[in-house]
């Protein structure tokens, strides 16, 4: 039996995930219920967890780019978290009061003593996913784009592990959450020797920690795309770290939260598999905004819905916001155009940063206090709001860079010829330059015979405003002289048209 492509990378995010579902929706429960914890505290624990993304993850990652040893490292940041980790229950159990065994571990003590292994415990945590990203992407060359196929198989064990757990915990309580994490965590630890790269690239230049930070200065639309992202991330963890909490309160069942992760996942998949068409077809721009309208709409569902059996209809918009949001950043942050060779690492480490640190540091922490004191209700509604202005912000940075156009806003100068049109060359709108590229041919719709386009030719420029039309409006423009084509152009499908009437 002939194994999939990249099957490496396939089973490697399926442990990953797996792994990672000990940490996941369940254990706001565990610190809610097993901890005794208010639910504004419970936020300020999850936003302590986040920080290992804040503060730790740009300088592991920066370490990995100028030692080229982001395996090396990688494993050694997930031995530590696995230790500090399991010592939590033991927190729990010694602060309990049959088990005082030292003057301050009293039950009064034991959110402060969490708290502050919970903070140490972040900063070996949170640049595991990042540096695994980052190695992942390395091992993929050329074809980054598939990588979102090859990150849906951790989907996949996401949802497996949330089912499991869901069915599970309803018998065996908060220690199956334990016992999963331990036994994926070792078996992760040797699939990760055995299938990633040592380093993130060949390079072994030096570099500075503040490059990737240069970067979003020095090209502004960098930077708001980031800030969006940091928004997106803080209300996303409104729905990662608090639904479970939400639900809790409706009285649903272990079971039922597990189940409404299967539900998110399975609709997860297709974005995640078709991430490379997405991609191509969208760009990351309107991926980004697709996925961001999509969460709106589904945190303002949460406040109009009357049981938790109802989430069920609105988890199947996680596909969407997920997982055009995270494919499309990730694309993103490996484009050599933003981020110059050996900052790749880095570029990962700053994307984990503002979505998966600074934003859920905000949204967790805020969010936790304000579901505390006004409810869940408010609480979504004011983040919808919150996300709908940094939409605006981010669509108007992508208007005016062009991003929303891409890959398909460019004018193509083609000939008419006698029996055929052919691709000669394509500029973008304003620039003097033509970039040159091979002929491609292109075929005719049943719309619009070659026989009466003629054997004249056209050469017109963009700014003579005709002869040329932007390919995105093509099918509105051309009319009855329509053609379509398919041109692979940096890596991305264009569709090629041919002249207007007027000419």
């Known amino acids: 039996m002939r194994l999939p492509e990249y099957w490496q990378l396939k089973w490697l995010y399926f442990n990953a995930f797996l792994h990672n579902a000990g940490t996941g929706r369940f254990i706001t429960l565990w610190y809610k219920n097993g901890c005794g914890f208010t639910i504004a505290q419970v936020g300020t624990i999850l936003a302590t967890a986040r920080t290992g993304d804040l503060f730790f993850t740009p300088f592991w990652s920066g370490l990995a780019d100028k030692t080229q040893q982001g395996r090396l490292i990688l494993l050694s940041l997930q031995l530590a978290h696995m230790l500090i980790f399991l010592s939590l229950p033991l927190s729990v159990y010694l602060t309990s009061a049959d088990h005082q065994w030292l003057p301050f571990m009293q039950p009064n003590n034991r959110f402060l003593i969490l708290w502050v292994t919970v903070a140490v415990w972040s900063a070996f945590r949170g640049p595991c996913n990042p540096l695994r990203d980052a190695l992942a992407l390395a091992a993929l060359g050329k074809e980054k784009a598939k990588w979102g196929q090859q990150r849906l198989y951790g989907a996949v064990s996401w949802g497996i592990a949330h089912a499991i757990l869901g069915l599970s915990m309803d018998y065996g309580g908060f220690a199956v959450l334990f016992i999963l994490f331990t036994l994926s965590g070792v078996m992760l630890s040797f699939t990760q020797v055995a299938c990633l790269p ?240 091979p002929l491609k041919h292109t075929r005719h719709t049943d719309r619009s015979p070659l026989s009466s386009v003629g054997s004249s030719t056209c050469d017109h420029t963009p700014s003579e405003g005709k002869g040329l039309s932007p390919v995105s409006s093509m099918p509105e423009v051309l009319g009855k002289q329509e053609v379509a084509g398919e041109r692979d152009w940096e890596g991305e499908q264009l569709i090629v048209g041919g002249c207007e009437d007027s000419c």
Not at 236 to 249: G, K, T
Request: charged content about 15%; overall charge negative; hydrophobic content about 50%.
């Open 198 to 437: 040592a380093s993130t690239s060949e390079s072994r230049q030096a570099v500075d920690l503040l490059a990737g930070l240069k970067q979003l200065v020095v090209q502004p639309h960098v930077g708001i795309f980031f800030l969006n992202l940091l928004t997106i991330g803080a209300c996303f963890s409104l729905v990662e770290s608090l639904l479970f909490l939400r639900m809790d309160e409706l009285h649903a069942s272990n079971f039922l939260c597990g189940l409404s992760v299967v539900v998110t996942v399975v609709f997860e998949l297709p974005i995640m598999y078709w991430s490379e068409v997405f991609i191509r077809r969208l760009g990351v721009a309107g991926m980004v905004i697709v996925g961001q309208a999509a969460w709106i709409v589904r945190a303002i569902g949460y406040t109009m819905v009357p049981s938790a059996w109802w989430y069920l209809l609105l988890e199947p918009l996680h596909g969407i916001t997920y997982g055009l949001v995270w494919c499309a950043g990730v694309h993103y942050c490996s484009l050599p155009e933003i981020w110059p060779e050996g900052l790749e690492a880095t570029a990962q480490g700053l994307l984990t940063l503002a979505h998966f640190g600074l934003g859920p540091v905000l949204g967790t922490s805020l969010g936790g206090l304000v579901m505390d004191k006004w409810g869940a209700d408010t609480m979504y509604r004011g983040a919808a709001i919150v996300c709908l202005m940094s939409l605006l912000l981010y669509t108007f940075s992508a208007l005016v860079n062009g991003d929303l156009y891409s890959p398909f806003h460019r004018y193509a100068v083609i000939k008419k010829g006698a029996s055929d049109f052919h691709l000669t060359d394509t500029r973008r709108k304003g620039e003097a330059a033509v970039t040159p590229l």
